[in-house]
């Protein structure tokens, strides 16, 4: 069957881009991943529709779009809660719901998170550049020219009457993230950690920071107490590549949680958020608080393996 117009935008929201899980292998060419910073919701709403779990998806951000619907098709709204509605009604998320021809999706508001996805059966038909279809904001590429959606965009998908038959798949409650206003992050020190004295390290622990209105794709702003370095340390040190969840302390001391859109940082790096918590950390948005918990690389490890088995046992 092929491409297939499939929805329509009528109104885009602020910032809805097309993201799937990103590119790796080009940070030596200065080429971020990019991709979505809720890796969790994106692969889970993949699935619900009948997809590949690194299909491309919609990326919405605080404030959802008006799509309407140009033929039958299955769709799934993960993430956060912008209260989606289906013609004005209440449209359940986590669940792949069947949309028909004319109807129109829109969203109340935000409720909690800060992401949602919009999962399309048969994905996105969008270029694949250096293997993801990723909208890299910043080099405008990837995506749909490489920047947000606008008023009037199409999105096609691949053969979308063949996913139709999943219709109904749902994750499991208990297993629905909760993104609350307060969130635990759990971290494993370093890679500079041992510039920073026992003091400063106790404090990064056991400080509540909020999240600045500073924050995007790039990194997450904290402010709360000063994380200062040993005495004597330049204030910077030699760039080195980085990868998302690294907590960078630049020089007015307040953390920068690194998010998908940077692969070098020149700053000491006192902590690395783990695998299994980047997608809450994809959910944090201005105002919110974060503290931080030290964990074993082995506990890191456990929590990927479990999020893993949360994913591939649900489907």
């Not at 919701?41 to 619900?48: D, P």
């Not at 690294?246 to 007015?252: A, L």
Request: hydrophobic fraction near 40%; glycine fraction near 12%; charged fraction near 20%.
């Amino acid at each position: 069957m092929g491409a297939v117009e499939t929805l329509e935008i009528l109104v885009p929201g602020p910032l809805t881009t097309v993201q799937d899980r990103g590119r790796f292998g080009f940070g030596q060419y200065g080429v971020p991943p990019s991709g979505a910073l809720d890796t969790f919701s994106l692969r889970v709403g993949n699935l619900l529709v009948g997809n590949r779990e690194n299909e491309a998806s919609l990326e919405i951000t605080v404030i959802g779009p008006k799509i309407v619907a140009l033929i039958d098709t299955l769709i799934a709204i993960t993430g956060a809660d912008l209260q989606p509605k289906l013609n004005e009604r209440p449209l359940e998320m986590w669940r792949s719901q069947l949309i028909k021809k004319g109807d129109v999706l829109s969203f109340r508001g935000l409720k909690s998170g800060c992401r949602t996805y919009l999962a399309i059966g048969g994905g996105i038909n969008a270029q694949n550049i250096m293997g993801s279809k990723s909208t890299n904001l910043a080099a405008q590429f990837g995506g749909l020219e490489g920047r947000p959606l606008k008023k009037g965009d199409i999105i096609s998908s691949d053969s979308p009457a063949r996913h139709l038959k999943a219709v109904g798949r749902s994750l499991d409650k208990a297993s629905i993230p909760s993104y609350t206003k307060d969130q635990i992050l759990r971290v494993i020190s370093g890679p500079q950690d041992n510039h920073f004295s026992a003091k400063a390290k106790e404090i990064f622990l056991v400080s509540p920071f909020q999240v600045t209105s500073q924050s995007d794709r790039t990194g997450i702003r904290l402010t709360g107490p000063h994380i200062e370095a040993k005495k004597n340390l330049k204030e910077s040190i030699i760039s080195e590549g980085v990868v998302p969840g690294t907590i960078q302390i630049p020089g007015d001391a307040q953390p920068i949680i690194i998010l998908g859109e940077t692969v070098t940082g020149g700053y000491r790096k006192i902590a690395t958020v783990i695998s299994a918590d980047l997608p809450l950390v994809g959910q944090l948005k201005p105002g919110d608080t974060v503290n931080f918990r030290k964990v074993s690389m082995d506990e890191a490890y456990q929590a990927v393996r479990e999020m893993e088995d949360m994913v591939v046992g649900s489907f």
